[in-house]
């Protein structure tokens, strides 16, 4: 992942937090420690607010809980893309992400 994203430069990198090899906050860290400044929206089946935390933390603009994928990843790239935050609304994600969404 942080090779394609260092020689892609895409406007928005979609990763999951539990990946082989290198978890997606390690890639997030990686990824902002070299400067780049690609976008990163999280997609996950964690819906925990340490995991949002520490996704906030390494710098992504986008935390969407895969339950929640049709509805929301369009809108979290639209959110993105638009240089605002967006976090899936969810009972256990609400008081961080609350406010963030349009």
């Known amino acids: 992942a942080v090779e394609l994203v260092e020689r892609l430069?895409?406007?928005i990198a979609?990763?999951?937090i539990t990946?082989?090899?290198m978890d997606g906050?390690?890639?997030a860290r990686?990824?902002?420690a070299d400067g780049v400044q690609t976008k990163i929206i999280f997609l996950t089946v964690h819906?925990?607010?340490d995991y949002l935390r520490?996704?906030?933390d390494v710098g992504a603009t986008g935390y969407v809980v895969k339950q929640r994928l049709v509805s929301d990843l369009p809108q979290a790239i639209q959110v993105s893309l638009a240089g605002r935050r967006f976090v899936s609304a969810t009972p256990n994600l609400q008081s961080i992400g609350s406010g963030?969404?349009?």
């Open 30 to 32: 990686r990824l902002r």
């Open 47 to 49: 819906d925990d607010p």
């Open 100 to 102: 963030e969404n349009p």
């Open 19 to 21: 990946m082989p090899i």
């Open 9 to 11: 430069i895409p406007d």
């Open 25 to 27: 906050l390690d890639v």
């Open 14 to 16: 979609v990763l999951d």
């Open 54 to 56: 520490e996704a906030l």
